[in-house]
T-cell receptor, first 111, second 117 residues
């Protein structure tokens, strides 16, 4: 059972376009993280959100945690080839010392 | 500062052989996690340690897999005997406490790509 569903699984767009990827669950999480993974490397943490409705920005990336803390979105403005990679969301539960990962969204930005 | 260090980066072996993957976590981190990543199943948690003690090994596929952490700076994941379905990228990640609680933030190594023929 996949507790965190990411969509779309694959996305290929042109440089300069905007995009949004989603991370959904029927379960409530106390925290939600987004990681980016490039080929041949391990995932790297981008952001952690912990409050329902929280919005965080990282340059051209905007992360939002759903009000009910069951879902999250990542919006990229004016995508660049350097944004290419696998984006993973991961949820944490109160008191649990481990994360549940989604399957990932594989993003390709074409020059 | 050195990140999480894994070795080997690539391993090709034949079915039935023993495989040992190694990990050096970030100094001062209290937690160490072993994950496996495949296209089909994504990133799966195999086992994690807190202060060198295994806490949850419910993700270990079967008895062929074992993990140890003899000290705070070293861990191994062993597969014996290996099978073709074990082919995957194995990641080690470390983490730390903040304010007395687990931070929830993982720092991953670059992974060990295992191919079992």
């Amino acid at each position: 059972t996949q507790l965190l569903e990411q969509s779309p699984q694959f996305l290929s767009i042109q440089e300069g376009e905007n995009l949004t990827v989603y991370c959904n669950s029927s379960s409530v999480f106390s925290s939600l993280q987004w990681y980016r993974q490039e080929p041949g490397e391990g995932p790297v943490l981008l952001v952690t959100v912990v409050t329902g409705g929280e919005v965080k920005k990282l340059k051209r990336l905007t992360f939002q945690f759903g009000d009910a803390r069951k879902d999250s979105s990542l919006h990229i403005t004016a995508a660049q080839p350097g944004d290419t990679g696998l984006y993973l969301c991961a949820g944490g539960r109160q008191g649990a010392q481990k994360l549940v990962f989604g399957q990932g969204t594989r993003l390709t930005i074409n020059p | 500062d050195a990140g999480v260090i894994q070795s080997p980066r690539h391993e090709v072996t034949e079915m039935g052989q023993e495989v040992t993957l190694r990990c050096k976590p970030i100094s001062g981190h209290d937690y160490l996690f072993w994950y496996r990543q495949t296209m089909m199943r994504g990133l799966e948690l195999l086992i994690y340690f807190n202060n060198n003690v295994p806490i949850d090994d419910s993700g270990m596929p079967e008895d062929r897999f074992s993990a140890k952490m003899p000290n705070a700076s070293f861990s191994t994941l062993k597969i014996q005997p290996s099978e073709p379905r074990d082919s995957a990228v194995y990641f080690c990640a470390s983490s730390f406490l903040t304010g007395g609680a687990w931070s929830g933030e993982l720092f991953f190594g670059e992974g060990s790509r295992l191919t079992v023929l």
